[in-house]
């Protein structure tokens, strides 16, 4: 496992980043609190996995806890991070892997690590 970082940057533009905006676009529609709620639940995601490290492993256990967590149940949550990557603000392929990551949350964590 990575080893985890006590605070994680979140950009101060983040809302204008265009992949932000289509995940808020297509699981909000038109709703500004929907919008929102996914907004915060991609925080807490990100959250999870800076917790973790660079990654987050994703088995049937942390599956639950996330789901918990962000107040999905675990299909809805599955449903969700599909929606992360298809956004591009996870890696696809990993998460087929079971793991949660993307080129943009490395980068962030070793520019703070």
Known sequence: MASS???????????????????????????????????????????????????MRYGKFERRKLAKDVGLTAEELDAFLGSLADCELI??????????????IQRRYFGVK
């Open 5 to 55: 970082i006590e605070y994680a940057p979140i950009d101060v533009d983040m809302l204008d980043d265009p992949k932000v905006s289509a995940l808020m676009d297509d699981l909000g529609g038109g709703d500004a609190s929907e919008a929102f709620a996914a907004y915060g639940r991609l925080v807490a995601v990100l959250a999870h996995v800076y917790r973790d490290g660079w990654y």
């Open 91 to 104: 890696d696809a392929d990993m998460l087929e892997r079971g793991v949660i990551t993307s080129a943009g």
